[in-house]
C-alpha cells in the first residue's frame, strides 16, 4: 500500500483548497484552514492521491483515526476504501472516521453489518442565514442588537472595526496573552492548542487564504475573529471568535462587524460546533440556527471484512 503521509504545512493550503471544494459538505472542515488551526492537537498528516484526492491521517491518544476523502463524489467509495486497506492492512487495526459529513455518509451507503455508523451530536456545526446576522432583525434576535446597541452608545467614538493583516500579528498575540490570562488554569486542554494554533496561523497568514477582522477600542485590539470562504456553498466559515468578555455587546458586534466586512453577500454562516457545551449551545442556539451540518463516526466492525 503506497500511501505517503507527511504533515499538514501552511504551504499545503492554498495549494489543496480546491479538493475539499470537489463534493457537498457543510462542515467546518470542508475548507483546509480548520485541519492547519488543529494540525498538532490531532497531529494531522496527509497523503496525496494521484491529484485527486487528498486522503488524511490523524491520532489522539495514539489512536490513529482518519477523515472522509477530499474528492469528487464519484471517487468517494474509491479512496474510502483504499484508506480502510490501508488500516488494515499497514496499520492492522479496523478504520476509524471522525466527523464524517452527512453528505459522504449518505453517499458510501455503508453496509451496517461491517462498519457502525454513529451521529456524533455534540459535534453538530450550526449554521445560520448570513443576511440575518448582518442586520440582526427580527424579534428573534432583539436581543443581540439590543446589546451591540448598547456597545455602540457607550463606545461612541471610541471603537473602530479594521481588517487584519499580517502587520497586526502582535497585536493579536498580545490580546491572546490576556485572554488566555484571564481563562487561569482550570480550562479544557484544547483551548492551548487551540492558541498555539492561531499563532501558526498568524505566523504564515501571507500564505493563507483568511480572512480576519477586529474592533479597538481607544486604540486597543479588544476583539478579533478568524474566517475562510466555502465557494461551494457560498458559506463563511467562523473559526476562531474572542473578544473581551467584559464589554457588554462586543461579541455581538465582532460577529456582526466582520461578516459585514468580509463577507457582505454570502448566504450561509457556519459557526461551528458547541463540542457539548452547555454554555457554548446556548450561545449558539441564541443566534437562531437554521439548520446543522451534522456529523458522523464511522468505524469498521472487523479489519479485513470491507
Given at each position: 500500500?503506497?500511501?505517503?503521509?507527511?504533515?499538514?504545512?501552511?504551504?499545503d493550503?492554498?495549494?489543496?483548497?480546491?479538493?475539499?471544494g470537489?463534493r457537498?459538505?457543510k462542515?467546518?472542515?470542508?475548507v483546509m484552514?480548520?485541519s492547519?488551526?488543529?494540525?498538532?492537537?490531532?497531529?494531522?498528516?496527509?497523503?496525496?492521491?494521484?491529484?485527486r484526492?487528498?486522503?488524511?491521517?490523524?491520532?489522539v491518544?495514539?489512536?490513529p483515526?482518519?477523515?472522509?476523502?477530499?474528492c469528487?463524489e464519484e471517487d468517494?467509495?474509491?479512496?474510502?476504501?483504499?484508506?480502510?486497506?490501508?488500516?488494515n492492512?499497514?496499520?492492522?487495526?479496523?478504520?476509524?472516521?471522525?466527523?464524517a459529513?452527512?453528505?459522504?455518509?449518505?453517499?458510501l451507503?455503508?453496509?451496517p453489518?461491517?462498519?457502525?455508523?454513529?451521529e456524533?451530536?455534540?459535534?453538530?456545526?450550526y449554521?445560520y442565514?448570513g443576511e440575518?446576522?448582518?442586520?440582526?432583525?427580527?424579534?428573534?434576535?432583539h436581543?443581540?442588537k439590543n446589546h451591540?446597541?448598547a456597545?455602540?452608545?457607550?463606545?461612541?467614538?471610541?471603537?473602530?472595526?479594521?481588517k487584519l493583516?499580517?502587520?497586526?500579528?502582535?497585536?493579536?498575540?498580545?490580546?491572546l496573552?490576556?485572554?488566555?490570562e484571564?481563562?487561569?488554569?482550570?480550562v479544557?486542554?484544547?483551548?492551548?492548542?487551540?492558541?498555539?494554533?492561531?499563532?501558526e496561523?498568524l505566523?504564515?497568514?501571507?500564505?493563507l487564504?483568511?480572512?480576519m477582522?477586529?474592533?479597538?477600542i481607544?486604540?486597543?485590539l479588544?476583539a478579533?475573529t478568524?474566517?475562510s470562504y466555502?465557494a461551494?456553498?457560498?458559506?463563511?466559515?467562523?473559526?476562531i471568535e474572542k473578544?473581551?468578555?467584559e464589554?457588554?455587546?462586543?461579541?455581538?458586534?465582532?460577529?456582526?462587524q466582520?461578516?459585514?466586512?468580509?463577507f457582505?453577500?454570502?448566504?450561509?454562516?457556519?459557526?461551528?460546533?458547541?463540542?457539548?457545551?452547555?454554555?457554548?449551545r446556548?450561545?449558539?442556539?441564541?443566534?437562531n440556527?437554521?439548520g446543522?451540518a451534522r456529523?458522523?463516526?464511522?468505524?469498521?466492525?472487523?479489519?479485513?471484512?470491507?
Open positions: 500500500m503506497d500511501l505517503k503521509f507527511r504533515p499538514v504545512e501552511a504551504k493550503i492554498d495549494r489543496l483548497e480546491p479538493f475539499v470537489l457537498p459538505n462542515t467546518c472542515d470542508s484552514l480548520d492547519f488551526l488543529w494540525k498538532d492537537y490531532y497531529n494531522v498528516r496527509i497523503a496525496v492521491e494521484e491529484d484526492a487528498v486522503l488524511w491521517l490523524m491520532s491518544d495514539g489512536e483515526y482518519t477523515a472522509m476523502p477530499a469528487r468517494l467509495a474509491h479512496y474510502f476504501y483504499k484508506m480502510v486497506h490501508y488500516f492492512e499497514e496499520l492492522k487495526k479496523p478504520l476509524k472516521i471522525y466527523l459529513d452527512e453528505e459522504a455518509v449518505r453517499a451507503a455503508l453496509d453489518e461491517k462498519y457502525q455508523v454513529t456524533q451530536e455534540d459535534l453538530k456545526d449554521l442565514d440575518a446576522l448582518r442586520t440582526l432583525a427580527g424579534k428573534k434576535l436581543k443581540k451591540l446597541n456597545f455602540v452608545k457607550e463606545y461612541k467614538g471610541r471603537y473602530e472595526y479594521r493583516c499580517c502587520p497586526d500579528r502582535q497585536d493579536v498575540w498580545r490580546f496573552d490576556l485572554w488566555r484571564q481563562k487561569g488554569d482550570n479544557e486542554e484544547h483551548l492551548d492548542y487551540e492558541v498555539k494554533g492561531i499563532h496561523i505566523k504564515n497568514c501571507s500564505s487564504s483568511i480572512r477582522g477586529g474592533i479597538y481607544d486604540g486597543n479588544e478579533f478568524i474566517g466555502n461551494r456553498e457560498d458559506m463563511a466559515i467562523i473559526h473578544a473581551n468578555p464589554i457588554r455587546g462586543l461579541y455581538q458586534f465582532i460577529n456582526q466582520f461578516l459585514i466586512h468580509e457582505a453577500d454570502t448566504s450561509l454562516v457556519n459557526r461551528e460546533d458547541d463540542l457539548g457545551l452547555e454554555g457554548l446556548k450561545a449558539k442556539l441564541s443566534y440556527p437554521i446543522y456529523k458522523y463516526q464511522v468505524i469498521q466492525r472487523q479489519a479485513g471484512v470491507v
